[in-house]
């Protein structure tokens, strides 16, 4: 899973969902919030579709999913922010699995209007202001804003995909099972279906949401260079 995905998970857990769009779109917002508190700008904050960019190796287009561009930069920067402690290849599939989503926003009808996206500066801006002027200073206020708007796409896409799309069979949770059993979960191999059901909602979720993305990748033009 993403270092997004993870994050989410574990913010996520423990909360009820209501079924109501704002209410929905309130906890989008109080999640990222949190999310950008946590990590401030290294992993979310990706500048993306750059225009006229000069030629040096920082920025080079390691990827490209449907016309959103991941640059050497991109890559760089996160691996810098985390002192190494991820590899840069984990870095690149993640940058595009977050862009297989982004780039099914139209599918989902999925839209972030500009009053939605100021509400969610406002509140970004009250609850963690050095981290909001950290990301203007650092990337500039239009690319800052921009990857603040593309991270409520990704939550709205995930959001619609988890609650109107994705069922959880038997099936999904033995392969969750045995998925967390290999990454060395050994209490969740004592348990049966049902017990996983109640104590593992959310990491289901996601499990699924992570098949999902792999699916959706089949209908992306997805290209990936050489990373340096």
Same mark, same amino acid.
């Given at each position: 899973?993403?270092?997004?995905?993870?994050?989410?998970?574990?913010?996520?857990?423990?909360?009820?969902?209501?079924?109501?769009?704002?209410?929905?779109?309130?906890?989008?917002?109080?999640?990222?919030? /949190?999310?950008?508190?946590?990590?401030?700008? $290294?992993?979310?904050?990706?500048?993306?579709?750059?225009?006229?960019?000069?030629?040096?190796?920082?920025?080079?287009?390691?990827?490209?999913?449907?016309?959103?561009?991941?640059?050497?930069?991109?890559?760089?920067?996160?691996?810098?922010?985390?002192?190494?402690?991820?590899?840069?290849?984990?870095?690149?599939?993640?940058?595009?699995?977050?862009?297989? /989503?982004?780039?099914?926003?139209?599918?989902?009808?999925?839209?972030?209007?500009?009053?939605?996206?100021?509400?969610?500066?406002?509140?970004?801006?009250?609850?963690?202001?050095?981290?909001?002027?950290?990301?203007?200073?650092?990337?500039?206020?239009?690319?800052?804003?921009?990857?603040?708007?593309?991270?409520?796409?990704?939550?709205?896409?995930?959001?619609?995909?988890?609650?109107?799309?994705?069922?959880?069979?038997?099936?999904?949770?033995?392969?969750?099972?045995?998925?967390?059993?290999?990454?060395?979960?050994?209490?969740?191999?004592?348990?049966?279906? $049902?017990?996983?059901?109640?104590?593992?909602?959310?990491?289901?979720?996601?499990?699924?949401?992570?098949?999902?993305?792999?699916?959706?990748?089949?209908? /992306?033009?997805?290209?990936?260079?050489?990373?340096?």
């Amino acid at each position: 899973m993403s270092i997004t995905h993870l994050v989410l998970l574990y913010l996520e857990r423990g909360s009820e969902h209501n079924g109501i769009m704002k209410n929905r779109l309130k906890k989008v917002i109080m999640i990222l919030i /949190v999310i950008f508190g946590l990590i401030v700008i $290294p992993y979310l904050v990706i500048i993306s579709n750059h225009k006229d960019v000069g030629v040096n190796s920082s920025n080079l287009i390691v990827a490209k999913v449907n016309d959103y561009c991941i640059y050497q930069y991109d890559i760089d920067s996160i691996f810098s922010q985390f002192e190494g402690s991820i590899s840069k290849d984990k870095i690149l599939i993640d940058l595009v699995d977050e862009y297989v /989503v982004i780039s099914q926003a139209d599918n989902y009808q999925v839209n972030v209007t500009d009053d939605e996206l100021d509400d969610f500066i406002l509140q970004f801006q009250q609850a963690q202001k050095a981290a909001y002027q950290i990301g203007i200073e650092v990337y500039g206020e239009k690319e800052y804003k921009k990857s603040l708007k593309e991270q409520m796409i990704f939550e709205k896409v995930k959001d619609k995909v988890q609650n109107n799309e994705l069922v959880i069979s038997d099936n999904d949770v033995t392969d969750f099972k045995q998925f967390m059993v290999d990454l060395g979960d050994q209490v969740i191999a004592n348990m049966d279906v $049902p017990e996983i059901r109640d104590n593992y909602q959310s990491e289901l979720q996601d499990f699924l949401f992570e098949q999902w993305i792999i699916q959706r990748k089949k209908d /992306v033009d997805i290209v990936i260079n050489d990373i340096k």
